[in-house]
């Protein structure tokens, strides 16, 4: 999975292997360490939550879980929709903007970067 954040937006992006662990489990997280200890790390998940009403993201013991109401999870999974949107009010008159996608393969090879098992991309020539 992989993480993108610019000021207050927040982006998943799930090859097929983590959407499809995400449908069985519910659950698909990665983690980043800046240090040898547990304290170091960073873990984002993104949940499949069958109480919740719409997408919104939590951040609690250094874990950003990114929430999805089941029926959107299972509609988005199976269906050809390439992402999710949504904002989360931060009060203040500040947003949250919130994005799940599904990771195309890229059209041209880039190296140090691995499109072991993305989406086939619909701009690439048949």
Not at 3 to 28: C, F, H, M, N, Y
Not at 34 to 40: K, L, M, R
Not at 70 to 78: I, K, V, Y
């Amino acid at each position: 999975m992989k993480l993108r954040i610019l000021d207050d937006t927040l982006r998943l992006r799930l090859p097929k292997s983590e959407l499809d662990q995400l449908g069985a489990t519910g659950r698909v997280e990665a983690v980043i360490h800046f240090g040898p200890g547990p304290e170091q790390r960073l873990v984002y998940a993104l949940v499949v939550d069958r109480e919740a009403h719409r997408i919104s993201a939590t951040f609690t013991a250094g874990e950003i879980a990114v929430h999805l109401p089941a029926d959107r999870a299972n509609t988005w999974a199976e269906g050809d929709e390439v992402g999710l949107y949504a904002e989360q009010s931060l009060g203040n008159d500040r947003h949250l903007s919130l994005a799940i996608e599904k990771d195309f393969k890229c059209l041209v090879p880039r190296q140090g970067e691995e499109d072991y098992d993305g989406f086939s991309n619909p701009k690439a020539a048949c």
